[in-house]
């Protein structure tokens, strides 16, 4: 009976705990956006013109400026506007650094020339005869390139359970093997440390087909 009772509770916490994060994470967004709207003056907030508070409304709005900024940059006088203040903290200490780390980030993610992520390999790492997957960044070039004596590949080693942290690495094209797995499997099976295999899961949809066959 205890048994029976443990794992009744097991799966229920299994069934619970992806939900109520996922819903915690939509609540602290919602939350987040809707206090991005108290940067409007006062009197002209949502809330005070309606009388009464609207979840959610924050996205609303924060999507259409967002929008309305993206026309902007767009335009001529937008793009004098950034290079301009591109300039101005170009001439601040420490600042600038921040600046264009942070931009040469958002630029690879939202660039629409190529993936951040183009796929997922299997690597040698940290030591031969231990593996970890990588994720291909690019094709090293430059000074990088020119001083190794074969080419290289760019690769990102993310950590577990947080894969927004990690190594970057410049490994030897020879030494990487192929996966078949997508970038998003791959990043469930780190986020759960082994524990979701895509392989498995494949296995185990074949595996039902076949039984209702």
């Given at each position: 009976m205890?048994?029976?009772i443990k794992s009744i509770l097991l799966t229920g916490f299994a069934a619970m705990i992806p939900?109520?994060?996922?819903?915690?994470i939509i609540a602290f967004l919602i939350r987040t956006m809707d206090n991005l709207v108290k940067i409007i003056p006062h009197r002209f907030q949502p809330d005070e013109?309606?009388?009464?508070?609207?979840?959610?409304?924050?996205?609303?709005?924060?999507?259409?400026?967002?929008?309305?900024i993206g026309l902007v940059t767009k335009s001529y006088l937008g793009r004098k506007a950034v290079s301009l203040g591109e300039w101005i903290v170009d001439k601040i200490p420490f600042v600038s650094g921040i600046y264009k780390g942070v931009k040469q980030l958002v630029d690879a993610i939202f660039s629409d020339k190529h993936r951040s992520f183009r796929k997922a390999v299997l690597i040698e790492y940290p030591r031969r005869g231990l593996y970890s997957?990588?994720?291909?960044?690019?094709?090293s070039q430059g000074e990088v390139q020119e001083k190794t004596a074969e080419k290289?590949?760019?690769?990102f080693v993310p950590t577990t359970p947080n894969p927004t942290s990690g190594f970057y690495i410049m490994i030897p094209e020879n030494d990487i093997?192929?996966?078949?797995?997508?970038?998003?499997?791959?990043?469930?099976?780190?986020?759960?440390?082994?524990?979701?295999?895509p392989n498995n899961n494949k296995k185990n949809g074949k595996n039902k087909n076949n039984k209702k066959a």
């Open positions: 205890r048994k029976k939900v109520g994060v996922t819903l915690y013109l309606l009388g009464f508070h609207i979840p959610g409304l924050g996205i609303i709005i924060t999507l259409i400026l967002i929008f309305i997957i990588a994720f291909v960044t690019g094709d290289h590949i760019n690769l093997i192929p996966l078949d797995m997508s970038v998003e499997e791959a990043f469930s099976l780190i986020i759960s440390g082994g524990i979701i295999s």
